[in-house]
């Protein structure tokens, strides 16, 4: 089964640059979608298809994809950025939705 | 305003069955794939099922496979999840999500609902 890793905890000051990956075989041939969850919260999308964002998602977050790996880049990090992120993609293979294990992001 | 309200969760023995409801509201149901997604306490998310727009396809996870049946009625407007020979592992925060087309084959989880959660214990 076709399988996402991500790092489990990315921390990065206010107003700083964070990073979150996701690896995957061959993820390229893929559309990588980004959710942030909150505590107590539904998951809410941040980016579709590698670089997309949906209305109402500040440009500060931004998607991209290279080889194995999507990164999610958030710029300028605010304290309300803290959040659970997960990457998400159909494998067509199984027909079975995947999520990445998430990155829980801490703003220091 | 685009609503999903699940519920019919609770504390279940291992072994035991439980049906998860989720009720749609503020858009045609009939017209959306639905899935549902759970999440363990502290742990991340899971993929459970799918069911297409008229109930005729449908996928599971591996690890529910032969145990949870999905299920529609557009009718209603109502998705549903039947747990059986339920196991501690199935403990979760139960989600129901709405699929949304962006393009001809593109899709992601556009609404979710807030969740009911399912204690599988003796």
């Known amino acids: 089964s076709y399988v996402l890793t991500q790092p489990p905890s990315v921390s990065v000051a206010p107003g700083q640059t964070a990073r979150i990956t996701c690896g995957g075989n061959?993820?390229?041939?893929?559309?990588v979608h980004w959710y942030q969850q909150k505590p107590g919260q539904a998951p809410v999308l941040v980016v579709y298809?590698?670089?997309d964002r949906p209305s109402g998602i500040p440009e500060r977050f931004s998607g991209s994809t290279s080889g194995n790996t999507a990164t999610l880049t958030i710029s300028r990090v605010e304290a309300g950025d803290e959040a659970d992120y997960y990457c998400?993609?159909?494998?067509?293979?199984?027909?079975?939705?995947?999520f990445g294990g998430g990155t829980k992001l801490t703003v220091l | 305003e685009v609503q999903l309200v699940e519920s019919g969760g609770g504390l279940v023995q291992p072994g035991g069955s439980l049906r998860l409801s989720c009720a749609a509201s503020?858009?045609?149901?009939?017209?959306?794939?639905m899935n549902w997604v759970r999440q363990a306490p502290g742990k991340g998310l899971e993929w459970v099922s799918y069911?297409?727009?008229?109930?005729?396809?449908?996928y599971y996870a591996d690890s529910v496979k032969g145990r949870f049946t999905i299920s529609r009625d557009n009718a209603k407007n109502s998705l549903y999840l039947q747990m059986n020979s339920l196991r501690a592992e199935d403990t979760a925060v139960y989600y129901c999500?709405?699929?949304?087309?962006?393009?001809?084959?593109?899709?992601?989880?556009?609404?979710w609902g807030q969740g009911t959660l399912v204690t599988v214990s003796s």
């Open positions: 998400q993609v159909w494998d067509s293979s199984s027909d079975h939705v995947v």
């Open positions: 999500a709405r699929k949304y087309y962006y393009d001809s084959s593109g899709s992601y989880f556009d609404y």
């Open positions: 061959n993820i390229g041939s893929k559309s």
């Open positions: 503020g858009f045609t149901f009939s017209s959306y794939e």
């Open positions: 069911i297409s727009s008229t109930g005729a396809t449908i």
């Open positions: 298809d590698d670089t």
